[in-house]
């Protein structure tokens, strides 16, 4: 079990713990807490594989993270300005509750 | 497998758990930026110091704080009366459970095609990273800036009290 | 003794042969052409059809003409004009027409009796609103009969046959409103099919034995000799030859039309027609046409006679001729219908006519054809004149004394009633009964026939005495008086009586000019012909026979005037047999218990054959068909609509089951996303392992 191997496992395991709870929380943050999750998870995989990959000096996984930080926050803060939003509106953040988009 | 990655990596999947289980949303706030400070760590375990710091500054700085503010902001505090947990949450819990093990497969499927060998650490200096920013990546970087304004305006146009109705 | 010449036979068509068929053409065509006239056209309508008959009369004459002067060259005239009408296979239907003394002698007869009957129907039906359907069914009863004069041809002879019996069919039941004129007319039209039956069979063994329709046909002809040795050679049934049977069959279908025993029921009920009709067709022509048919085919009736004897077919002719001019004769006694006493005196000389066909041959019956036709066709239209005056009273108790009102009618009427008695020396009759006695008396079979022709000479004379008597001696016991009828009608009349006393110039044995003529020998005038042996004994008998029958009448009745009411003079005498006579020997009777109820019987077991076992047949098929269409029904509505009903809901179904996908939530969403994710994947990676 090479190093790699452990930062990637542990990298799926956030990932699969992230999803989980995206899935199974009633709370819309918390749903996005889950995504964040995954997105980190993500970048995790990317630094190891940067660092343990062929071309470290070629700093393309460290710049990919470095614009997935970014990302992710921007997409942080409008998701949770839609929440709030959403909380005005329906006065809950029931995700059980919001399904007026039932066909 | 050294002992710092394990206690790291423990830290993080705790703090991680912790985020999604917690009953009290505000714990769970808690417990994410526990988590992001583990991954933070990891960063700087692997030599990235610049997206450990970034991590640092950006997660934990600006994300948590912004999670702790929309928690509030919705009475996130209050404990719905229904359970936390929606309905059918087995099957959510499957699911992940069911990515995890594809993902974990695939891993150790392709161990013998990843490298072995672990090469010297790489020294990355902000100067490398200013100059990579500024030339090999600009255009991503600009699309950012572009993204991030564009994120800024629609978040607090989004989030913003509505004009009441003419009368 | 006539000298017997041999005549040199002429057989080429000359052009009078070659227009004959204008002779019956014309008529027929002018009766088209009145049919298509309007009803108040009667003046064109009586001038179409005068004309056309006036111009076939002018035919006739240029062909008897033509004739005529042939006989005097002592050329034996017979000339025919044959032609193809259909073939089939290597058979032919011809037809044709022809030319010889027999037909030129009808021809005049026909042409003449008939145009002087049709001027006379202008007066009689002037009252009548059918007048120009009257002389279409004339006209077209005029061409049919001349057809029949003029045909070579057996088949086309059987054409005019028909066409003439469908216009007496048509003219008796002219007033067909009239019940009793409807049946009569449908009486007279089966009765005369019983005999065309017979008639029909004689013509298709004729044809299958011979292979010709063709009477006449330069010695190829189905009458000329090679056909008729042919035929003699066959056998059939009853020890007679192929020609006898074909002849007795022929014969049939002439005793139908002439009103020979048993066939005769229909001739007196034919009265119900207008009277013109009646002399024309009843008592002229149309009833001569059978007797004519006999004499046409006359070879074939006569082939296999050895010289002096006679054949089977000719002693069954001559019986039943004999038989049916006593029966008559003894009806017309008892009847009291003015109209109807001249019908059964017609069915009384026709059989004299058969009679003399049977026994002396075809110049003896012809001779007494062409005088009978002009007497009787007077006699007629007198008691035409005689009805018209009596405004259209027929019984001749209720009329009297018209011989002072009704002078015209009463002479010629008289000189037509001493013809057909027999008046000896001036009248025709007395010459031509004469010439039927005279063959019967030399008859090699048996004397009955002669002793029965002779009784019935004696009530001849007896039954016209008392019609005579009756209508115009006396006092009138008529309702109204009586007036004399116009020119156009006694006109005619008059014309008749004359020929009816004239033309027994030509048949007298000191100058036999007719049968001369017929026969194709030359006829010298020789008084030394009345010293045959027999022959005085002979006139002298029938002169003192009609002589006692006057006689009797005039003394029963003569001047009396008896009133309708009471019974007659034998009435009161022998009252049965009077009745049995008056009720015509109970024929009608017969025949309604026999023929009529067994047909009755098998239109009923037809009817119910038709509306069971048919009937019932069609129903069936019906109800399988209902059956069949309530099965498909069934079928439709509960597997084809219900599986297709059930398909659609299944669809339904279906669809609400997929929309429960859609339950807006976002988990959900989400959720399946991730599952097909890690699908995916899993697809992936398995693909790309090792």
Known sequence: MTPLTGYLLVAALLFAIGLAGALTRRNAILVLIGIELMLNAANLNLIAFWRYGPHPEALTGMMFAIFSIAVAAAEAAVGLGLVISIHRHAHTTDLDAMNRMKG | ???????????????????????????????????????????????????????ILVYIGAVAILVVFAILL?????????????????????????????????????????????????????????????????????????????ALIGAVIVAMHEKESAK | MQETISFTPQLAASLIAEILWLIPAVPIVASGVIALLKQPKRQASAALAIGSLGFSLLLSLIAFGHVLAGWAHKVDVREVVNFTWLQFGTSNVDLGW????????????????????????????????????????????????????????????????????????????????????????KKAFLTTRVGDVFFLLGIVWLFAQTGTLLFYSHGAGSIESGALNALLAQHSALGLTAAGAIGLLIFAGAAGKSGQFPLHVWLPDAMEGPTPVSALIHAATMVAAGVYLVARVYPLMHAGALTGGTTTALTVVTWVGAFTAVFAALIAVAQSDIKRILAYSTVSQLGYMMAGLGMGGVAVGMFHLITHAFFKALLFMGAGSVIHGSHDEQDIRRMGGLRGSMPVTFATYGIGMLALCGFPLFFSGFWSKDGILEAAKHWSVAR??????????????????????????????????????????????????????ALGLIGTPAWPWFRSFLDGRAAVLDLHGFDEPGLFALMVTSTVVVFI??????????????????????????????????DRLYVDEFYGVTVIAFYGWWARVADWLDRRVWGGAVAGVAWAFR????????????????????????????????????????????????????????????????
Not at chain 2, 136 to 148: G, K, N, S, T
């Open chain 2, 74 to 150: 919705t009475k996130g505090s209050e404990t719905p009366k229904d359970g936390v947990y929606s309905r059918n949450w087995p099957v959510g819990l499957v699911i992940a459970a069911g990515v995890f093990a594809v993902l974990g497969w695939a891993v150790l499927q392709s161990v013998n095609v990843l490298p072995h060998e672990t090469g010297p650490a790489p020294t990355v200096t902000v100067l490398q990273i200013g100059n990579a920013l500024m030339g090999r990546y600009v255009l991503p970087l600009e699309i950012v800036a572009l993204l991030l304004t564009a």
């Open chain 3, 627 to 690: 059956g069949w269409a309530q099965f498909n029904r069934f079928l439709d509505t509960n597997v084809v609509d219900g599986s297709f009903d059930k398909g659609c809901e299944e669809l339904a179904s279906g669809g609400g089951l997929l929309s429960r996908m859609q339950n807006g939530r976002v988990q959900t969403y989400l959720r399946i996303l991730a599952v097909s994710v890690v699908a995916l994947a899993a697809i992936l990676i398995w693909s790309t392992r090792p």
């Open chain 2, 1 to 55: 497998m050294t002992f710092v990655f394990c206690v790291l990596a423990a830290l993080t999947l705790a703090g991680g758990l912790a985020a999604v289980l917690l009953k009290n949303t505000v714990h769970c706030a808690l417990a994410l930026t526990v988590a992001f400070a583990g991954l933070a760590l990891l960063y700087l375990d692997l030599d990235a110091q610049f997206a450990g710091f970034a991590q």
């Open chain 3, 98 to 185: 022809v030319l010889d003394p027999l037909s030129a002698v009808m021809l005049v007869m026909v042409t003449f009796v008939g145009l002087l009957i049709f001027i006379y129907s202008v007066g009689y039906m002037a009252h009548d609103e059918n007048f120009t359907r009257f002389f279409c069914f004339l006209s077209l009863f005029a061409g049919g009969m001349l057809t029949v004069v003029i045909a070579n041809s057996i088949l086309l002879l059987f054409m005019g046959w028909e066409l003439v019996g469908l216009t007496s069919y048509l003219l008796i039941g002219f007033w067909y409103q009239k019940p009793s004129a409807a049946a009569a007319a």
């Open chain 3, 448 to 501: 009955t026939p002669f002793y029965m022709l002779v009784f019935g000479a004696l009530l001849t004379a007896f039954y016209m005495t008392r019609q005579v008597s009756y209508v115009f001696f006396g006092e009138s016991r008529a309702a109204s008086h009586a007036h004399e009828s116009p020119r156009v009608m006694t006109v005619p009349l008059a014309i008749l009586a004359f020929f009816a006393m």
């Open chain 3, 549 to 582: 029958g006057l006689g009797l009448g005039l003394w029963l009745y003569g001047s009396k005037s008896p009133a309708p009411e009471q019974p007659e003079v034998l009435e009161r005498l022998a009252p049965a047999p009077w009745r049995w006579l008056r």
